[in-house]
């Protein structure tokens, strides 16, 4: 791998030290994956191995496989890494499956969506 110039040496350093490490790639749409970083560019696209999803809906989580993921590196906010061998999770959290990860978003979003057109419809009361 070649780089430009010295302005990318920076980003190089950095991502370069987390290679063949397991981190944790938020994404701007608020997905959250889990991978070994295989490689990277000077874009920041990453190539997650053994990549899953995790999702988290109250104190239920789910990981859902996705294999090898290539990540394109403007929709990375976060990249952090993890430890191998110690869980990330706090103690209370429950591992379900799939199925039941996908009810409890799409409860979690038909409440939200409820929410705001309640708020919609209350908006003439004016609590402001």
Known sequence: MSWAGPEDSL?????????????LVLLRDGRKLL???????????????GACERVIVGDLYCDIPLGLYV??????VLIGELEL??????????????????????????ATDLKGSMRKRMEFLDFD
């Open 71 to 76: 990540i394109r590196g403007e929709n990375v």
């Open 35 to 49: 991978g070994l970083l295989r490689s990277f560019d000077q874009f920041a696209n990453v190539v997650l191995e």
């Open 11 to 23: 980003l190089s350093t950095s991502l370069a030290s987390y290679l063949d490490k397991k981190l």
């Open 85 to 110: 061998n110690k869980e990330e999770l706090p103690p209370h959290m429950t591992l379900v499956p799939e199925a039941e990860i996908k009810r409890a978003q799409k409860a979690e979003r038909d």
